[in-house]
């Protein structure tokens, strides 16, 4: 049996979008997967894109709860978000 070469994967949601005005529009391509959504950033980020996705949610009629990320994509973090959606019981449909 031959060597085998490693395999890299890549997990990632059934819709990517990026542009310009993206943000802008993030309640549009939010409102039909979920009605609570989790919006998870960083304080830098946040302060660039807040102003936007707040008014991007409240025109399409969703709530905007925010989770700081705490900066480093950890085994630790990922296990803090997990219960952080857990107990906002945030909603989501594929």
């Known amino acids: 049996m031959p060597a085998r070469s490693p395999i890299r994967t890549v997990i990632s949601p059934g819709r990517y979008v990026q542009g310009p005005g993206a943000i802008a529009r993030l309640g549009e391509f939010l409102a039909p997967i979920g009605s609570t959504p989790l919006i998870v950033a960083d304080d830098a980020v946040w302060g660039f894109v807040g102003h936007d996705v707040i008014s991007s949610l409240k ?9 700081t990320f705490r900066g480093v994509p950890s085994a630790k973090e990922i296990d803090r978000l997990v219960e952080v959606i857990k107990s906002a019981r945030t909603s989501w449909s594929p």
Do not use: D, F, S
């Not at 025109?59 to 989770?67: I, Q, S």
């Open 59 to 67: 025109a399409v009629g969703l709530p905007v709860t925010r989770e």
